[in-house]
């Protein structure tokens, strides 16, 4: 039972959750960035270059034979494949600048003095002022 105990402490830690709800989103967000660029990027960057089909780029290396399949080089999906990792590689720049540059906005902003100092501030005022 010992060995069950220290799995589940391990599994309900904030870091191994969070890490598991990063992966969850990260998987859909690239599912996201996948369809942007197979269906927004890249039929207009294809029909710019000349009608070009990108996932379709490949270099026949053996034709078909019989019922074995054409050994391809799939040139063209390494491509989208690269544009799809620029994309996702400025996107999550973008996000951490964005939170570094909002973290630096907190620091910036001096906290606001404790109880005690206000009271006493208040105190003294009232003294000089009589």
Do not use: C, H
């Not at 490949?58 to 063209?76: C, D, H, S």
């Not at 690269?82 to 400025?90: E, H, L, S, Y």
């Not at 907190?106 to 000089?128: F, G, K, Q, W, Y």
Request: charged share 20%.
């Amino acid at each position: 039972m010992a060995l069950l105990d220290e799995f589940k402490q391990f599994a309900m830690r904030g870091n191994v959750v969070d890490l598991a709800v990063g992966v969850v989103i990260g998987g859909a967000f690239g599912k996201i960035v996948t369809s942007f660029v197979n269906d927004v990027l890249m039929p207009p960057l294809g029909m710019l270059l000349g009608g070009v089909n990108f996932s379709a780029l490949a270099v026949t290396m053996k034709a078909a034979e019989g019922e074995a399949p054409a050994v391809l080089w799939k040139y063209g999906a390494f491509i989208q494949s690269i544009v799809d990792f620029t994309i996702i590689a400025v996107v999550i720049f973008l996000v951490v600048k964005a939170m570094v540059a909002m973290q630096k906005k907190e620091e910036a902003a001096p906290a606001p003095p404790p109880a005690e100092v206000v009271l006493l501030t208040e105190i003294r005022d009232a003294l000089r002022n009589r």
